[in-house]
C-alpha cells in the first residue's frame, strides 16, 4: 500500500509500505493493507511506518487529518 503524507510546505514521505501506526485522538491505531477506508484525527504524536522493505522510521506530527481507501493512505499533516 502506498502512504503519502503532506504538509502545508512539503511533502514529508511518499512510499510504499506494510504498517503505519497513527496517533488517533482516540487513541494509537495501526493500518495495514486491505483496510477498510476510513477517516480519522490525527493528534500531537508520532508515525511510525514500516516500509516495504521492513525498515522502520517514525515522523513527528502535530496533529491533522488521515483518509485511508484503496490501499492508500493520505495524511495531511500539520
Do not use: R
Amino acid at each position: 500500500m502506498t502512504l503519502e503524507i503532506i504538509t502545508p510546505e512539503k511533502t514529508i514521505f511518499n512510499g510504499e509500505v506494510k504498517l503505519v501506526q497513527c496517533p488517533g485522538k482516540s487513541g494509537s491505531f495501526e493500518i495495514l493493507s486491505n483496510h477498510a477506508p476510513m477517516i480519522s484525527s490525527l493528534k500531537k504524536g508520532k508515525i511510525k511506518i514500516v516500509e516495504a522493505d521492513k525498515s522502520v522510521q517514525f515522523i513527528d506530527i502535530n496533529g491533522g487529518t488521515l483518509k485511508v481507501q484503496n490501499n492508500k493512505i493520505l495524511v495531511l499533516a500539520s
